[in-house]
Structures are given as structure tokens and as C-alpha cells.
């Protein structure tokens, strides 16, 4: 599997970006709770996709050669900094300066490793990768492609 670029990471964390925005609208302690949730286990959903994962085409996988395959409990692991990020701006004031500071330092050192990992994929030992692309040849039975009956 091929390595997905931080811009396409950046895409799908974008389309996340405004769903928690869409679930912190929601009245009172409901709206932090779905919001925080969808954070920590957004990468545990959908085949180890996140909503925006999904829509842009990646996945996420163990890091290690063989590792085993990413639950719910590694989406948490991974996802705990952008939690603490996000919490961090509900604080009036101080939150507003120290929630954008966290979440920045996380795509920062994302941007400087190698291999484009965040603390979040270091310390769940996870990596984001694009997904194959499918054909339509492997779909569909070439007997309904063309309409024909065999």
C-alpha cells in the first residue's frame, strides 16, 4: 500500500473537521460529548476509516510489517491529542490560544518526520495509507457491464 501525502490527510481531516463541527452544534453537554467521541473513534468506523477517509480513499493500518489491525482501541490512541486539542479550546480564553497550539504542533511534527506520522500515529504504531483503487472490471460480472445476458 502507498503512503497517503499529508494533503490528501489534510482533505479528509478537513471533510472531519466539519462534521465535529456539525456535532459540537448540539445543545449543551450532548454536543461536546458526540463531538469528543467522534474524535477519539472516527478511525475505528468504517473499515478503519474515518468519515473523510472514507469519502477521499484512505485507510488506517498498522505500522509494524505484520501488526494487527487497527480497532477502535488504536483509533483512541491515535486520536487522544486532537481530544486534548479540542478540549483545550472549549477554556474561554486561554483554550482559544492553547487548543489550535496543540492540534498545530501535531501537523507540525507530521510535516517534519520522514515518514509523515504524528504523535498520534507513533504512539499507536499506525500509518495512513491510500487505498487501491478499484476497477470496475473487478465489480461488476462483464456479462451486466455491457447489459447483455450470458
Request: glycine content about 10%; charged content about 20%; some cysteine.
Amino acid at each position: 500500500m502507498q503512503r497517503a501525502n499529508l494533503t490528501t490527510r489534510a482533505v479528509a481531516g478537513f471533510v472531519d473537521l466539519l462534521l465535529i463541527i456539525g456535532l459540537a452544534r448540539l445543545p449543551d453537554v450532548l454536543g461536546l460529548l458526540s463531538s469528543t467521541g467522534y474524535i477519539l473513534i472516527r478511525d475505528g468506523l468504517f473499515d478503519c476509516r474515518s468519515i473523510g477517509k472514507k469519502l477521499i480513499g484512505l485507510r488506517v493500518e498498522s505500522s509494524e510489517d505484520a501488526g494487527p489491525a487497527v480497532t477502535y482501541r488504536e483509533s483512541i490512541i491515535r486520536n487522544v491529542p486532537f481530544a486534548a486539542a479540542y478540549l483545550l479550546f472549549q477554556i474561554p480564553y486561554a483554550g482559544w490560544v492553547l487548543g489550535p497550539l496543540a492540534g498545530s504542533v501535531e501537523c507540525l511534527i507530521a510535516i517534519g518526520d520522514e515518514r509523515g506520522m504524528r504523535v498520534g500515529d507513533l504512539l499507536a504504531r499506525t500509518t495512513v495509507v491510500q487505498d487501491a483503487p478499484v476497477r470496475q472490471s473487478d465489480t461488476i460480472p462483464p456479462s451486466t457491464a455491457t447489459g447483455q445476458d450470458a
